[in-house]
């Protein structure tokens, strides 16, 4: 068969995501943080972009209109509508997501959407003004010990070297270096690093520079002049003390009861991690990004917190100057795509808004009895669920309560925290939330008050399936461990021991 050239013409369909759509896409799923990174570049890259630092007060003649305004002049509203819900699932091929207002999706989830104040400032009535009052600097665990290091008369090497050492403790007040390898890197010797860490041993707060858990209650003790050879036979065999092996305790040390419990009870006055009462980096509030307050009648009103909400605008005098100024092709067609990028993305940052209040008010309708009446009542819900209350596909409600946040009045929760998996109700009626059962799971084992009201985990499933709630024994154990609570073994020795 001979080889030969020629030309095909073929007709076919593809999905194509230009870089608008993935835009969209990644500003769904972006956290408030995350997004005000993005926004900052954008307006850096962007010249027409720019902050909106108005009162939202109407005015008479504006200088510069709203980007959502200059969009609908440029792009038809419905066409950019049905390409930024495409842009949400297009990841997924036949995913729908639909654009509906939000205060509709607020109706069918049977609570009031307050969408008139996204402008106005989110949040509560009476929220902490000096928040960030709370936030001031607090004296980290380096700089207090750099300040111990000026008047502890080292000589100028071993200030050197104890700034190297102090640089190398983590915030719990552990060196996490090895000395070997600090000596090489400033070509000293090891015998002078190890004398530093030991003028470092003596700082304040005792305990700090120490290279391990043992080391560290040791530098203690010796503060306390409590460190004899039972008490450093203890240390030795902190795994015993973590089992509960009194016997052998009492073998390796040689003590009797009374001793022991008394080593015990030294050991416990100590604290493993010496560098946490000091300020650390400055703390992060989380700023969550919906708001569910409570109206009358039993209504719940879900809000947009306008604080995480990008304020920008469209400079159109500007651009009608550049454009006017503009000569050549290049010029013009920079000036075009820097028009079209602004708003698109405005386009994209409403329906992102639109979407998370869609989204968050579903949540809010489904775990109702959660926000009501506690944890107890929360109900198993999966992505599905929510995905076909609202008309979208799954990926995009994965996509909306990755990293987004809601305040409650029983408190600020990650959005995914309210999915939760079901477990079966024994009687046949309606499943029963995990988080729920383990809420049930701690209290029964926070009502154990003497050794004989200890639950084993076959007595909880007993006394759970009477609750209504059927559940594995290996369950209870899963959900008892992941809560780093002992076993009943375990629980009944230190409840002997308490008495």
Request: glycine share 8%; proline share 4%.
């Amino acid at each position: 068969m001979a080889l030969a050239a020629r030309l095909e013409l073929r007709q076919g369909q593809g999905l194509v995501i230009t870089p608008q759509l993935q835009q969209a896409i990644k500003l769904l799923q972006m956290s408030n943080l995350e997004l005000e990174a993005f926004v900052e570049a954008e307006l850096e890259r962007n010249p027409l972009l720019q902050r909106d630092e108005r009162d939202h007060e109407p005015e008479e003649a504006p200088a510069e209109a709203p980007v959502a305004e200059a969009a609908a002049d440029r792009i038809d509203d419905s066409t950019a509508r049905a390409d930024l819900d495409a842009a949400h699932d297009a990841a997924s091929p036949g995913e729908l997501a639909t654009g509906d207002a939000p205060a509709q999706a607020a109706g069918e989830a049977g609570g009031a959407v307050d969408w008139s104040r996204a402008g106005k400032g989110g949040g509560f009535e009476g929220d902490a003004d000096g928040l960030d009052g709370l936030l001031a600097h607090e004296k980290s665990l380096a700089e207090h010990l750099h300040d111990q290091v000026a008047v502890a008369g080292l000589s100028p090497a071993e200030a050197a070297v104890a700034q190297v050492l102090i640089d190398s403790v983590d915030e719990g007040g552990y060196l996490r270096a090895d000395l070997e390898e600090i000596a090489e890197r400033l070509g000293c010797g090891l015998p002078l690093v190890e004398q530093v860490l030991g003028v470092l041993h003596g700082f304040e707060p005792v305990g700090v520079g120490a290279r391990d858990v043992r080391e560290c209650l040791a530098l203690q003790l010796k503060d306390r002049n409590r460190y004899d050879p039972a008490m450093a036979a203890l240390l030795d065999n902190l795994p015993l003390l973590a089992r509960r092996d009194l016997a052998a305790l009492k073998r390796v040390c040689g003590v009797d009861d009374e001793d022991l419990k008394e080593m015990i009870a030294e050991l416990r006055g100590l604290t493993p991690r010496p560098g946490a009462a000091f300020g650390g980096e400055p703390a992060q509030p989380v700023a969550p990004d919906v708001f569910v307050r409570e109206g009358p009648g039993g209504l719940w009103h879900v809000e947009l917190n306008s604080e995480t909400l990008p304020r920008l605008l469209v400079d159109q005098r500007y651009h009608a100057h550049v454009s006017g100024k503009a000569r050549s092709d290049q010029e013009k067609t920079f000036v075009a795509d820097c028009l079209a990028q602004a708003n698109w993305l405005m386009k994209s940052l409403d329906q992102r808004a639109k979407t998370i209040l869609k989204v968050s008010s579903e949540i809010v309708r489904q775990q109702d009895a959660f926000l009501a009446f506690g944890v107890e009542h929360l109900r198993p819900l999966n992505l599905k669920t929510i995905a076909e209350a609202i008309g979208m596909h799954e990926s995009t409600v994965s996509r909306v309560t990755s990293n987004k946040y809601m305040a409650t009045p029983r408190g600020v929760f990650e959005m995914k925290f309210f999915f939760t998996a079901a477990i079966a109700s024994a009687d046949g009626g309606e499943a029963h939330s995990a988080e729920s059962v383990r809420h049930r799971i701690r209290q029964l084992i926070d009502a154990e008050a003497r050794e004989e009201d200890v639950h084993s985990d076959d007595r909880i499933v007993e006394i759970l399936k009477q609750a209504g709630v059927d559940i594995a024994r290996r369950t209870v154990a899963k959900y008892r461990e992941a809560m780093r609570i002992p076993s009943s073994v375990e629980r009944r020795r230190m409840l002997k021991e308490a008495v």
